[in-house]
């Protein structure tokens, strides 16, 4: 394979895979900040209810039970893991989404020789079929109709 059309393929490896990556990252930036607060609000839920009920009046037993929902409530780890897991399954779900265009950037950014061109020309094909269908709206079913 020449020298240019090996510079063209990988070019085009690189183009779509930062898409694609870039996408994943968004969706799971943005998906981070949901489940974080998703976490966060059921965490608030399930300790506060359960401290709301006493099996005795007893004051003492009061002042433990909310002084220890106040340190729950106060702990710092459970937005990180909501963080976390929201970043996690955010940018699973972009990547499976987009298993063709991951695969033919890797195809075309991996082999070598015809192999390579395969997967640049798929992958230009999938990006032209995007931006035709989502872009000009071409074979996209208006839901108006």
Partial sequence: ????????????????????????????????????????????????????????ESQVNNAIQNGIRNFRLDNSIVPVYGNVKGFVTGFLKSLGENILPVSLATLALATKGTLSKIGAWGLAATGLYTVAKEGFGLGKVSPMD
Avoid: P, W
């Fill in 1 to 56: 394979m020449s020298t240019f059309s090996n510079i063209v393929c990988k070019t085009v490896g690189v183009a779509g895979m930062s898409a694609v990556l870039y996408d994943a990252y968004s969706l799971a930036r943005d998906n981070s900040k949901r489940q974080a607060q998703n976490v966060t609000a059921d965490y608030f839920e399930r300790v506060h209810a359960g401290t709301r009920t006493l099996n005795t």
